[in-house]
């Protein structure tokens, strides 16, 4: 008979203090994605990923967490209420399928309110990918406006629902896994993301010399191309061979 799985340490309470800190630690730094929607009505922001557990397990890893999230996405109307951890955490920003990407999107920083700058020090955000059969008119320059607005940005996911779960909605919790369809697909996807951005960086260009601004170029950092599962119903299924060579450290 197969043994079961431990699910239960009592004696960590016993261990070092310094190794029991390195345990919070290395739980406050693991990697989420944060799934976050803007509700126009309100003036506020939601999302279904539930707070790092890490959080509320102890007293002392409440404290040690605290050191690494902070309540975030307060609006000029509504308190901060999201933990988030701009140096680990992915800001995932899912497309409203009946309206598709608008203001919210284009105006996110303006949104919220961030005194301590907090959202600067943002390292990945995610998108999902829009086919151009889809795309509504007043989608134009949102994503580059969204994606230029964190000076440290280090990737970009494009996210592709899973066709097997159907549509996912925007309350849901959500996990990343490798985009397993077929490579020339998926490059078509990352050229139509290069030329969308390409173009929705020409009409910032326009506008700018309009309003009389400089404008200033950018550069896209690191592009991936991920599918989006419902949290916990993915399994490990792998892309396909050679792709991610292809497209990580890819620049545009």
Known sequence: MTPSTPTLFPLFAALPTELRQKVFLHAATTCRILSLTYNPATNTFHSPTPPPA???????????ALNHYT????????????YFNPHFDTLYLPRQWEMGYGSSLRDFRSLVSDPSSILDEVRSVAVD??????KRPWEAYSKASFIRSFPKLEEIIIVLNDEEQGEIGVNEEVEFLEAREDPEKLLM??????????QEEKLLEEVCREMGKEYQGFSLPVV???RKVRKGCGGKLTGAVGLEEALDGMRL
């Open 54 to 64: 890490i959080l509320s397990t102890t007293h002392s890893s409440r404290l040690s």
């Open 71 to 82: 309540l975030c996405f307060r609006t000029s109307t509504s308190l901060p209420k999201i």
């Open 129 to 134: 990918h829009v086919r151009g059969d889809i």
């Open 189 to 198: 996807v990352w050229y139509y993301f290069r030329q969308s951005f390409l």
């Open 224 to 226: 991936r191309i991920r």
